[in-house]
């Protein structure tokens, strides 16, 4: 009933604040004037103002509890509301807060910026609430800032990084150092804050130390000057809401959270300390109070905060927008996505397993080598089902789970594949769905096997028997007639091809045959060409010109004379045989094949070239 009850009343607070126009009422506890933050005096001066039994250490540093068993048992911290009084005489009071102890501060405790990672950089303020929406189971408000803009206010290291640097100021910080202790009290100038804490935040007055109130020496020490020392003790003694954090002897991380309302309700710092130190704290650094002070656990604010919104003249307290935060964790493991985490332990969801749930496992027999494992398990392959994969698909079915239904002929084939549904064919048959008996020459099962019959002929296409002679086509003319070519690699042809064959080599035997007599044509018109010249120039070679007296001159004039009858008539020849007996013979030239002599040209007893 009362986290239902917190629950309820964090929800109305948040819808009545987004709803309201009216002003919000905020209580403001600042313990520095104008602004002005921190002391720059210099880690000199604050190791002179303290006691000499601490000698010139500045600091306190404490190891951390570390168990993961109670972690995992009680979680990672033990959240205890405590109602008390303080006070003496007719200041005597009843407070309430929260007591919130943290074991394994330095895995579970994280400093976190205000929204989001680089939020003090952007000056950047939220609620507590959505500051630790991402991580935090507690969270709870943490340290000061500027309320004018924003800004981060005292050295921060979140999660090994560093958000704010403030440089020389001194105020009293806690922090979780790289080797887990956990520290208290003031940063030397030359310390490097990075590399020496993977946590740090920065408050204002050291409360108590090493279990003594150290209330006044850290007034002088974190004083600006002496004349703001006034508005400090007005600090440290006003009655007001209240955040500490500190550790007591086991290493284990204490916060304490007071209610309460500046000058209204609430503790003074003095006050604040016995109560830190009833609770056994041994070192404890004040963080910021007033309004700011607000603890959220799992998302709900639990305490009171002081501010307030009026609406309909009622008073409601909300959550104020703060800086950076205080978050408590659970222990964090990788567990790779593929479970959650819980008290530094990967639970691995189905069929992951290893410490950081990063092994996919189905079984012992881890889908028996038919399936794929995934993290929704066994992902079969086509052809099997079942949680393991182990079982194919009955008969007449095939396919991813198999789903899909045979559709094979029962007489020529025995089923269907469970993988992809092609037709398992008895011996003779081939064919997605066995629909063809084999071919021409191949038998058996799969079609596979080659007849090794006499004479090329094929064989049955079931057993592959070469003496089936009742059928018809086993009878000589019919096997001749589709007879196959075998040759010396047994490679066999079927009728069809082998008439394709004899038609392709006949052709090509013709076409040889066509080309060989034409070459062979060619060749002789060209020889008896070359035969004609050679005559030619060797009658010309021998050629000599007749005498008048020469007996075969007549002869050769005749024919000339008929020649020159036929080319030029009759008054040709006539003019041709009155000149016979002339001085001027005429005498025909005899034209060559070669020669380009015109026909109708004569040479002449006067011509150069004739003798007489």
Not at 71 to 88: D, H, I, M, Q, Y
Not at 387 to 403: A, D, F, I, K, L
Request: include cysteine; charged fraction near 20%; charge should be negative.
């Amino acid at each position: 009933m009362y986290w239902l009850t917190l629950s309820f009343v964090n929800i109305f607070i948040i819808s009545v604040s987004a709803d309201s126009d009216l002003g919000i009422t905020e209580d403001l506890l600042l313990p520095y004037p104008d602004g002005r933050h921190g002391s720059r005096r210099g880690h000199r001066f604050v190791r002179e103002c303290q006691p000499d039994r601490f000698g010139n250490l500045t600091h306190e540093a404490w190891p951390t509890h570390y168990d993961d068993y109670v972690a995992r048992t009680l979680g990672p911290a033990e959240l205890r509301r405590f109602a008390l009084k303080v006070g003496s005489g007719s200041k005597r009071r009843m407070i309430y807060g929260h007591h919130i102890i943290v074991n394994n501060p330095n895995r579970t405790v994280s400093v976190l910026e205000p929204r989001e990672p680089g939020g003090c950089q952007l000056h950047e303020l939220a609620t507590v609430s959505v500051s630790a929406a991402e991580k935090c189971i507690i969270a709870v408000s943490g340290g000061f800032y500027n309320v004018t803009d924003g800004a981060c206010l005292g050295n921060v290291v979140s999660d090994g990084r560093l958000a704010h640097d403030a440089g020389r100021i001194q105020n009293a910080h806690f922090g979780i150092q790289e080797d887990g202790s956990l520290f208290f009290g003031y940063i030397p100038e030359d310390e490097n804050i990075k590399q020496s804490f993977t946590n740090l935040i920065g408050g204002v007055l050291w409360l108590v130390r090493d279990g003594e109130s150290y209330v006044d020496v850290s007034k002088v020490t974190e004083c600006p000057d002496t004349q703001s020392t006034a508005t400090l003790q007005v600090f440290i003694e006003a009655v007001s809401a209240r955040t500490a954090v500190g550790h007591d002897r086991l290493g284990r991380l204490v916060i304490v959270e007071v209610d309460g309302k500046t000058w209204d309700q609430g503790v003074t710092l003095y006050e604040f300390v016995e109560l830190l130190l009833s609770f056994g704290v041994v070192n404890a650094v004040n963080l910021d109070g007033g309004g700011s002070v607000t603890v959220v656990v799992n998302g709900t604010v639990v305490n009171y905060p002081s501010d307030t919104r009026k609406i309909n003249n009622i008073d409601y307290s909300i959550a104020r927008n703060v800086s950076t935060i205080l978050c408590i964790h659970d222990i964090p493991c990788d567990c790779s996505g593929h479970g959650y985490c819980h008290g530094g332990q990967c639970y691995c969801y189905d069929n992951w397993q290893g410490s950081r749930c990063n092994v996919l496992h189905c079984g012992a027999s881890n889908c028996s080598e038919h399936g794929r494992c995934n993290g929704d398990g066994c992902q079969c392959f086509a052809g099997w089902h079942g949680v393991n994969c182990s079982e194919p698909c009955p008969q007449g079915y095939y396919g991813v789970e198999c789903r899909e239904i045979c559709h094979c002929p029962q007489q020529q084939s025995t089923g269907c594949s469970a993988a992809d549904g092609h037709c398992l064919c008895t011996p003779g048959h081939d064919g997605y769905y066995c629909e063809s008996r084999c071919s021409y020459g191949t038998y058996g099962e799969g079609c596979q096997n080659k007849c090794r019959c006499a004479g090329g002929c094929s064989c049955d296409h079931v057993t592959g028997s070469c003496h089936n002679t009742h059928r018809v086509d086993w009878q000589v003319g019919q096997c001749f007639a589709g007879m196959s070519i075998v040759s010396r690699q047994t490679a066999i042809l079927t009728s069809g091809e082998y008439w394709l064959w004899l038609c392709a080599v006949l052709l090509l035997a013709v076409v040889s045959a066509i080309s060989i007599t034409a070459n062979l044509v060619c060749l002789v018109q060209k020889c008896i060409r070359r035969r004609n010249r050679r005559k030619s120039r060797m009658h010309y070679s021998r050629h000599k010109i007749m005498s008048p007296l020469d007996d075969s001159f007549s002869s050769e004039l005749d024919s000339d004379n008929e020649y020159y009858r036929k080319a030029f008539g009759s008054a040709s020849n006539n003019r041709l045989r009155e000149n016979h007996n002339s001085s001027d013979e005429a005498i025909p030239l005899t034209a060559f094949p070669e020669d380009n002599t015109d026909v109708t040209a004569v040479f002449t007893h006067k011509s150069p070239s004739v003798s007489m």
